[in-house]
């Protein structure tokens, strides 16, 4: 079965520092997708960034881009200049074809991150 | 732009009564999927439909039925509620190709006591 692993339960940046969040999986699959999702306090649940695991180029969104290592089946998010809008439940999630057309996001349990003005 | 609606957005329920969490989309997605938010654990997938007409289990779906008659709604439905399945839910929807993920509804708090 798939997993995902977030080691770090909650983390605090520094309002403009740069944060990495970690993110390791699991996976036989040769073909998936990588997904950062957003949980603000709003509960609301944002894709941040997305990255497709047959590209060697790691995925940027303005100030947010990923360090994808698929041999070592890691996948960080960056956050760069940091700002007090990014303190945020993030989730890292995994999805692979598994099957009847389905995509199936499996996720890991979140990191909470906190800005510190 | 709606994108994926969910009512109600809380609720409490008494252990036994039964319930159904409604979620819609506009965006002519054929995936929906429902899961649940539970503290230190993610989210987990309940069950989800690949089309009208097609549901399949994911990973925690006792006590949970679905149903897909239209593209547009999967509602969710608690046949008797218990205090384990007191958590937040949320709908979600794709369009075929997986490569951008899933659009989440915005959540629906369900207390059982």
């Known amino acids: 079965a798939q997993t995902v692993t977030q080691s770090q339960p909650e983390m605090s940046v520094q309002e403009a520092e740069t944060v990495t969040l970690s993110c390791t999986y699991d996976t036989s699959e040769s073909d998936y997708y990588l997904f950062w999702y957003k949980q603000p306090p709003s509960r609301q649940m944002i894709l941040v960034i997305r990255q497709e695991a047959y590209k060697q180029q790691n995925a940027t969104e303005n100030r947010f881009s990923v360090n994808f290592q698929k041999a070592a089946k890691s996948f960080s998010l960056k956050i760069s200049d940091s700002q007090l809008g990014d303190a945020a439940m993030y989730f890292c999630?995994?999805?692979?074809?598994?099957?009847?057309?389905?995509?199936?996001?499996?996720f890991g349990k979140g990191t909470k991150l906190s800005v510190i003005p | 732009n709606a994108g994926v609606t969910q009512t109600p957005k809380f609720q409490v329920l008494k252990t036994g009564q039964s319930m159904t969490l409604q979620c819609a989309q506009d965006?002519?997605?054929?995936?929906m999927s429902w899961y649940r938010q539970d503290p230190g654990m993610g989210l987990r997938l309940i069950h989800y439909s690949v089309g009208a007409g097609i549901t399949d289990q994911g990973e925690v779906p006792n006590g949970y039925n679905v149903s897909r008659s239209t593209t547009e709604d999967f509602p969710l439905r608690l046949l008797s509620a218990a205090p384990s399945q007191t958590s937040v839910y949320f709908c979600?929807?794709?369009?075929?190709?997986?490569?951008?993920?899933?659009?989440f509804g915005s959540g629906t708090r369900l207390t059982v006591v």
């Open positions: 979600a929807s794709r369009n075929r190709d997986g490569h951008y993920g899933y659009t």
């Open positions: 999630a995994y999805s692979y074809y598994s099957g009847a057309g389905s995509y199936q996001l499996t």
């Open positions: 965006m002519n997605h054929e995936y």
